[in-house]
């Protein structure tokens, strides 16, 4: 079935440092989205993108769609604490159905103060 | 407002038995999702409800069932728990079908199946 890859599996950063990741696909996908999920919680949506090539900003995060339409980055400025948790990737081949959402494996975001 | 709240937090069962997860949400949403989070994988879709009365199988549905019992309420059914059933369980919901619908997720239910 089709799969999702995000790169890089975890990463620890500094406290102040960007991070940037990616989730690519061997297909094709309308609709991409990113998760973020806290520890012993339930993802919560963080943005939302639906054009190719699209650019999405939401505070310090951006996110964009990428231009094959297999693959989407998502990048974090100036890292803080409480940016630590697993970022999942979510793409959507179909726009009406949500029987066919794809999630990604995840990243997982360690920030050392 | 409590979104989409799960009972219970953590179970253990043993192989062969059987339980119901409890999902509810109080936002007056129509659609309705169960998913399965394993180590290293994605979330995984086992069944939904995309309006009150509907139920559809999803990704991985073998071994459970749902019901939805009103608009706030979606459980899930284990009859004869399996091992492989060991993961975490999250509910979610949202306002309408479709992509431009953002889901919430519940806090999710730790099952362990010995």
């Known amino acids: 079935g089709q799969q999702l890859n995000q790169s890089p599996q975890s990463m620890f950063i500094q406290e102040g440092e960007d991070v940037s990741m990616n989730c690519t696909s061997s297909?094709?996908?309308?609709?991409w989205l990113w998760y973020k999920q806290d520890p012993g919680e339930g993802p919560v949506l963080l943005i939302a993108l639906y054009k190719a090539g699209e650019l999405t900003s939401n505070g310090r995060l951006t996110a964009q769609f990428g231009i094959t339409r297999k693959d989407s980055f998502l990048n974090i400025s100036a890292s803080i604490p409480s940016d630590v948790g697993i970022y999942f990737c979510?793409?959507?081949?179909?726009?009406?159905?949500?029987?066919?959402?794809?999630f990604g494996p995840g990243t997982s975001l360690s920030v050392i103060p | 407002n409590a979104g989409v709240t799960q009972t219970p937090k953590f179970q253990v069962l043993k192989t062969g038995q059987s339980m119901t997860l409890q999902c509810a949400q109080d936002m007056n949403h129509n659609s309705m999702y169960w998913y399965r989070q394993d180590p290293g994988m994605g979330l995984r879709l086992i069944y939904y409800s995309a309006s009150e009365g509907t139920t559809d199988k999803g990704e991985v549905p073998n071994g459970y069932n749902v019901s939805r019992l009103n608009k706030r309420e979606f459980s899930l059914r284990l009859e004869s728990a399996a091992p492989s059933q060991t993961s975490v369980y999250f509910c979610?919901?949202?306002?309408?079908?479709?992509?431009?619908?953002?889901?919430?997720f519940g806090p999710g239910t730790r099952l362990t199946v010995l």
């Open positions: 979610a919901s949202s306002e309408g079908w479709g992509s431009d619908n953002e889901q919430f």
């Open positions: 297909s094709i996908f309308n609709t």
């Open positions: 979510a793409g959507q081949p179909l726009r009406v159905s949500y029987d066919k959402v794809i």
